[in-house]
T-cell receptor
Framework: DADVTQTPRNRITKTGKRIMLECSQT?????MYWYRQDPGLGLRLIYY???????NKGEISDGYSVSRQAQAKFSLSLESAIPNQTALYFC????????????FGSGTRLTVV | DQQVKQNSPSLSVQEGRISILNCDYT??????FLWYKKYPAEGPTFLIS?????DKNEDGRFTVFLNKSAKHLSLHIVPSQPGDSAVYFC?????????????FGKGTLLTVNP
């Protein structure tokens, strides 16, 4: 099993629909992140959480919300999807020690039509 | 304001030659730098990192160089192999900050031709 699992892998949804992307991890890391990747724009941070009671906005949080249901689970919601939210979404984890690297999931390709 | 810049969207090299990927940063608080590699349909994977107390870190065919005065780092791949073809992201952070998170560049698509 993957250390960081994202579901679904692919999703097509209609404008205005609510959609949730889920992320779970078996790394035991306390920190979790949601990024989106767009062509030519790289990886941009949407939200991050340093523990279950800590949620922080990233650089592009408008139109998104998150929920940290447990240390191992971090969900990203689009309350009312719009076409410019079509992108590749990545969940990542890290620990609070001296290992500064992230472990990424395989991504969710979201298309809003 | 883009704090981590990868100014070359793409790079093409011949198999066996050296690949040099460049990255510049503007935030003087950054003191730890990482490179990630990403294949299509997969998440980015950690490749190599360097702390600002060093100017070079080597791992097999991969070497990262850091020039703090120029706020510049580069990733050298020698010799390049077709399997190295991927998008490479440069990332940076302030390791001493309590609000630790990585800031990524836009990525460089490396193509290694057989």
């Amino acid at each position: 099993d993957a250390d960081v699992t994202q579901t679904p892998r692919n999703r097509i949804t209609k404008t205005g629909k609510r959609i949730m992307l889920e992320c779970s991890q078996t790394k035991g890391h306390d920190r979790m992140y949601w990024y989106r990747q767009d062509p030519g724009l790289g990886l941009r941070l949407i939200y991050y959480s340093f523990d279950v009671k800590d949620i922080n906005k990233g650089e592009i949080s408008d139109g998104y919300s998150v929920s940290r249901q447990a240390q191992a689970k971090f969900s990203l919601s689009l309350e009312s999807a719009i076409p410019n939210q079509t992108a590749l979404y990545f969940c990542a984890t890290s620990d609070s020690g001296h290992n500064y690297g992230y472990t990424f999931g395989s991504g969710t390709r979201l298309t809003v039509v | 304001d883009q704090q981590v810049k990868q100014n070359s969207p793409s790079l093409s090299v011949q198999e066996g030659r050296i690949s040099i990927l460049n990255c510049d940063y503007t935030n003087s608080m950054f003191d730890y730098f990482l490179w990630y590699k990403k294949y299509p349909a997969e998440g980015p994977t950690f490749l190599i990192s360097i702390s600002s107390i060093k100017d070079k870190n080597e791992d097999g065919r991969f070497t990262v160089f850091l020039n703090k005065s120029a706020k510049h780092l580069s990733l050298h791949i020698v010799p390049s192999q077709p399997g190295d073809s991927a998008v490479y992201f440069c990332a940076a952070t302030n390791s001493g900050g309590s609000n630790y998170k990585l800031t990524f560049g836009k990525g460089t698509l490396l193509t290694v031709n057989p």
